[in-house]
């Protein structure tokens, strides 16, 4: 049975900073691409940010320099490093594996991130 269970989240005033950790079960971690989206009340689920199998890391534009992927294949775990926060990144926040071709992929739950002051 395939699991992703993301923590981290919670309420942070903006320009501050939180950490989002995706941990995989059921699935040879290391071969899956690794992302991020997230979805803001009353909008579409968007991408974040990808990890690929090769360490190959890609980002939104909103979020280039302020966030960082990361992943560690001895832990299956996959992170979300997220700095200068804004209240426009208030969001329920997803991890997704995925492999490339391959069209079964695999969501956790969501971890709710809120920014406000």
């Known amino acids: 049975q395939v699991q992703l269970v993301e923590s981290g989240g919670g309420l942070v005033q903006p320009g501050g900073s939180l950490r989002l950790s995706c941990a995989a079960s059921?699935?040879?971690?290391?071969?899956?691409?690794m992302g991020w989206y997230r979805q803001a009340p009353g909008k579409q689920r968007e991408f974040v940010a990808v990890v690929t199998s090769g360490w190959n890391t890609n980002y939104a534009d909103s979020v280039k320099g302020r966030f960082t992927i990361s992943r560690d294949d001895a832990k299956n775990t996959a992170y979300l490093e997220m700095n200068s926060l804004k209240p426009e990144d208030t969001a329920v926040y997803y991890c997704?594996?995925?492999?490339?071709?391959?069209?079964?992929?695999?969501w956790g739950q969501g971890t709710q991130v809120t920014v406000s002051s």
């Open positions: 997704k594996a995925s492999r490339y071709q391959f069209p079964t992929s695999y």
């Open positions: 059921g699935i040879n971690f290391s071969i899956y691409d």
